[in-house]
């Protein structure tokens, strides 16, 4: 059985914003790392269009070394989609949820294969309501953002977790991985 990975990068007060981190090469290997280490992501319409940037790098590479293998990673991954707004993906490796999130996601961890990830705030926040992570990689920056979406936004139920693990970043981010406690 797979396991579903929810792994984002997010503020010290909670934000998840793409532009409010602290990107650099050691994260970079590290989400690549992560992609490389799983066989499918999950993502909402507005971090699909966002991450769609990267594609850019594979036809015109930047020269950085880890951003480059980022590029290459979140390339060739398989990428599902549940948007109703898109008619196509415009990515080979991606396509469109044909399923609603919980019966697809059900049946994905069934099979045989590599984790699972989740990379969008609210599929993160559907699927923890559903039960269905069974470990969040938060990567906290040393950032407060002031404002933007958090990303337990409407989590009203109590949940408990375990820490299990922890991973420094050079850049003073943190990755802190968790699994719920049933």
Not at 28 to 55: C, F, K, N, P, V
Not at 86 to 99: H, M
Not at 169 to 179: D, M, P, Q, S
Request: glycine share 4%; charged share 25%.
């Amino acid at each position: 059985m797979r396991k579903v990975i929810a792994a984002i990068n997010m503020t010290i007060d909670g934000v998840c914003d793409h532009t409010a981190g602290l990107p650099d090469e050691e994260i970079h290997q590290h989400y690549a790392d992560l992609l490389d280490s799983a066989e499918i992501i999950l993502y909402g319409r507005t971090t699909y269009q966002l991450m769609q940037y990267w594609q850019t790098l594979i036809k015109n590479p930047s020269g950085e070394k880890t951003t480059d293998d980022f590029a290459i990673a979140i390339d060739k991954i398989q990428k599902i989609v549940f948007s109703h707004r898109l008619k196509n993906t415009d990515w080979d490796s991606a396509k469109l949820a044909t399923k609603p999130i919980e019966e697809l996601v059900r049946e994905l961890k069934q099979q045989s294969g590599k984790d699972i990830l989740v990379g969008s705030r609210s599929l993160i926040t559907q699927l923890m309501k559903l039960n269905l992570i069974d470990e969040y990689q938060l990567c906290v920056h040393p950032v407060i953002a002031g404002n933007g979406l958090p990303l337990f936004e409407n989590v009203n139920d109590r949940t408990i977790f375990k820490l299990t693990k922890t991973k420094n970043f050079i850049n003073g981010a943190i990755t802190l991985y968790y699994e719920p406690t049933k």
